[in-house]
């Protein structure tokens, strides 16, 4: 059963990761309009690594309980400054993103909650 939720259940939370992260580097000009600062392209290379070291942190077992913390207040910030104004318009694909991003976030921080600061998922 440890396979099933800890190995397995860590690939399939990081790997989809390391996937929007590199949609982040491959869409940057169309993901740009999405972001509410100024800079919007360099905002989306930065979170698109931030993403992807988060994967990895993930995946290997790395600082993952830092990684999870960090994950989890970006997903709430992008739920917060994207997500949320549309859902509030009524877009019912804002609403949708809007609690996608918030149940990662808080899958973030149990995977988090899992990891002290030096082991490796054990408790």
Known sequence: MDLLTNKAGRYLYGVPFAIFGLFHFLNAGAMS???PLPG????????????????VSILIEV???????????????????????GAIDGSQASTSNLLKDLALAG????????YGEDTAGEE
């Open 40 to 55: 919007g392209v360099f905002w989306v290379y930065l979170t698109g690594l931030a993403l992807l070291a988060a994967s």
């Open 63 to 85: 600082k993952t309980r830092l990684a999870g913390i960090l994950l989890g207040v970006m997903l709430i910030i992008f739920a917060l400054s994207i997500h949320l104004p």
């Open 33 to 35: 309009g999405m972001v």
């Open 107 to 114: 899958a973030a921080w149990v995977v988090a909650g899992k």
